[in-house]
């Protein structure tokens, strides 16, 4: 009897655990899509809800799982009853700035060279790290998807780095023509103490641009500014050099005679002994022609 009663009191308490087990559940079959109704609301998450890959009940906001991707979705969601937020880590880092690099000397660009561009991105875990480059004006310079460069002519021209989400930079320089030859073309005439003159150069080819620097081999005969004027100082010579920005040189040089008025002034003492010796001559004629006009008397 007491057995009897003692198994009684087992299912008794079997069944207690079931139905209030029964009480914190929820009704419905989970379907095909993993979810199943709840009509009386006992998740606190609305009507209907999943069970995904064995995970507690969850929504699916927009359709997306919340564990379909736990460690890079969020989304936050409000129901009638709850509210429920879940942090999303966004796996697309995009661009928030791109610099561009100088590698080269930018101020020396000659129709010709040929270089590459390198630009960083920032952050440097940006997802996406294609850089998009532009020429304003490819008859100028052109520059390809990698950053090769080729100048083709001379002018000014800007160069832009874009990432995907449009940052950019920017960069501006000229396209120079440098000569392949420079020559200073010859004097006309000597050049005596005290002259001042100047040098004139031609350049090959003619549309050419550089700027010049001057220099002379001895300052106290000749003396040469910026401009390639000279300054003939004392008799000698001295050799003038000019250079171009690409180093192409010329020289000439200059002989300094003594000074014209130094000349001039020879001339006249000259013309004056001559007139001296004229006028002495003339005077002895007339001398010898008073004497034999007496002696004839």
């Known amino acids: 009897m007491k057995n009897k009663f003692k198994y009684i009191f087992i299912i008794f308490f079997v ?16 379907d095909s899509n993993g979810g199943h109704k709840d009509n009386k609301n006992v998740s606190g998450l609305g009507p209907y809800h999943y069970h995904c890959g064995g995970h507690e009940a969850h929504l699916h906001p927009n359709g997306v799982c919340l564990y379909s991707n736990s460690s890079n979705t969020s989304n936050t969601y409000n129901n009638s009853s709850s509210t429920s937020t879940n942090v999303v ?16 000397d930018i101020e020396d660009v000659e129709v010709g060279d040929k270089f590459k ?23 100028i310079l052109t520059i390809d998807s990698d950053g090769n460069v080729n100048a083709i002519s001379k002018g000014p021209v800007t160069i832009t780095a874009k990432t995907v989400n449009g940052k950019q930079d920017s960069l501006t320089l000229n396209v120079n023509v440098y000569p392949e030859e420079i020559k200073i073309e010859e004097l006309d005439g000597e050049v005596f103490v005290g002259d001042k003159l100047q040098l004139k150069v031609d350049l090959v080819p003619g549309n ?4 010049l620097k001057w220099s002379s081999s001895d300052e106290s005969i000749v003396e040469v500014d910026e ?25 000439i040089v200059i002989d300094v005679n003594s000074s014209n ?3 001039i002034g020879g001339m006249i003492i000259i013309f004056i002994i001559a007139l001296v010796v004229i006028v002495i001559k003339y005077r002895k004629n007339i001398f010898k022609k008073s004497n034999v006009t007496e002696v004839d008397k």
């Open 117 to 139: 561009l390198q630009a960083s991105i920032s952050p440097y875990n940006t997802t996406d790290k294609t850089i998009y480059w532009e020429s304003s004006n490819n008859d």
């Open 208 to 211: 050419s641009e550089t700027t």
């Open 227 to 251: 401009n390639g004027n000279i300054n003939a100082l004392k008799y000698g010579h001295a050799t003038i050099t000019v250079t171009t920005d690409n180093m192409k040189t010329d020289s």
């Open 15 to 30: 069944l207690m655990i079931f139905f209030t087990a029964g009480a914190f559940a929820h009704s419905g079959r989970t």
């Open 261 to 263: 008025d130094s000349f």
């Open 89 to 104: 880590k966004n796996s697309n880092i995009e661009a928030e700035s791109i610099s561009i690099t100088d590698t080269f």
